[in-house]
């Protein structure tokens, strides 16, 4: 019942002006910041671990922000979502290296774990005349799962994988013209990571970014999503020239070296919840 009344809910907020929605998102994001006390200890953890040039006090001051950006995208999935699709392209602005999606070239999306993820994803879908995928990762709640699931398939061209599907059925529609958006910045365990620095820190990442790229032949292109006042902007980075060099190691190393560069732009809508270092090299001490 309180997965349906908040679904409910979300649909509503589809129809408030973004203003308010964003409004309601600053207050859910104090709540939250207040309340959830374990998590915000993550995210001090963690921007003590990547940016030790900043002050206490500078650090301080991101932590809520997080917070409320995290609190802002997850409401936004109402209008996302629910929303009259002229609404959602009005406030959905692609720009950059759009030509990298002409023709049928396979292509790796590289999304890293911004709050604005499902906006990038919204934005190709809706914008883009080719066919989408994604991996998608079921939701304990079946509720919300089949809400969320329904939602990343709005627009005709989206098509998200379970992982129950395998690599090999992702791989032949990565070779068939279907780009994947792929999110391989989080921390998945000691299986099949390797570690990697990330801000410095041995990090355990999944190298499927490179691994998708040579398998299905394809090129890397990055989107990354940045909120905004009038919804988000969602650009299109240029193809990584070079890459994958087949080097499993580096490239995966190159990638969240990239990736620092585009967090550095927005550190307040990355996705600093994530206990990103709870997997340690053997022997090392415990971050959190």
């Not at 991996?135 to 939602?151: E, F, R």
């Not at 999110?183 to 299986?191: A, I, K, R, T, Y």
């Amino acid at each position: 019942m309180t997965s349906h009344l908040g679904i409910l809910l979300m649909r509503a907020l589809a129809l408030l002006p973004l203003s308010w929605v964003r409004g309601l998102g600053w207050l859910l994001g104090w709540v939250l910041y207040v309340l959830i006390v374990p998590r915000r200890r993550v995210v001090r953890a963690n921007l003590a671990q990547c940016f030790p040039q900043w002050s206490e006090r500078e650090r301080a001051a991101v932590v809520p922000r997080v917070f409320i950006r995290f609190a802002q995208a997850w409401l936004d999935r109402g209008w996302l979502w629910h929303a009259d699709p002229d609404v959602v392209r009005r406030r959905l602005n692609l720009t950059g290296a759009v030509a990298e999606f002409e023709g049928n070239t396979p292509i790796v999306i590289f999304a890293p774990h911004f709050v604005g993820m499902d906006a990038g994803w919204t934005a190709v879908t809706q914008q883009l005349p080719r066919r989408f995928t994604g991996i998608y990762t079921d939701q304990s709640d079946k509720v919300v799962d089949a809400w969320m699931l329904k939602g990343r398939q709005r627009f005709e061209t989206a098509r998200p994988f379970g992982r129950a599907d395998g690599v090999k059925a992702i791989v032949s529609s990565l070779r068939g013209g279907s780009p994947l958006y792929l999110l391989p910045d989080m921390n998945f365990g000691p299986e099949e990571s390797i570690f990697v620095p990330f801000y410095g820190i041995p990090a355990a990442t999944v190298p499927s970014l490179p691994r998708f790229a040579r398998l299905g032949g394809a090129k890397v292109v990055p989107v990354v999503a940045r909120m905004t006042p009038q919804g988000y902007d969602v650009t299109v980075l240029p193809a990584w020239q070079g890459y994958p060099s087949g080097d499993l190691q580096a490239d995966t190393a190159l990638m969240n070296r990239r990736l620092q560069d585009y967090i550095d732009g927005m550190p307040d809508q990355y996705y600093w919840v994530h206990k990103r270092f709870k997997t340690r090299p053997a022997g090392s001490p415990g971050i959190y």
